[in-house]
């Protein structure tokens, strides 16, 4: 596979075999990954939504009620913080800094720390 990704020969993607291959791979690996991925990203978006109506919206002053959505929004996070931190030791930092959407990704989630926090 990665002899495929890094060949100029256009003509291999349009062999049948070459895409039944990819299909099992993508059957057998990355989609379960990735559907898993992308379930969690959007429970945190509608976990946000609820954050920033109950918090900004209607201003709720209760401690205990802003602490509990504060959780609700860790919880949401967890997954992407801790993808992405594997991801940064695995490679390193050089070469998980050397992709720009990390830097999309590290300001995502350290943004969403940062909010939970203040």
Known sequence: MALAAETEEMTIFNTESFNILIQYKWEQYGQKHHVFG???????V???IIYVNNIYLYELEDPKQH???S???LAGIFYPWMYDLVQLIKDGPKAYFSDPWNYV???YIYGSLANIVS
């Open 71 to 73: 959780m609700l929004l």
């Open 105 to 107: 990704d590290f300001f």
């Open 46 to 48: 509608i976990i946000i």
């Open 38 to 44: 992308s379930v969690m990203h959007f429970i945190y």
């Open 67 to 69: 602490f509990y959505f």
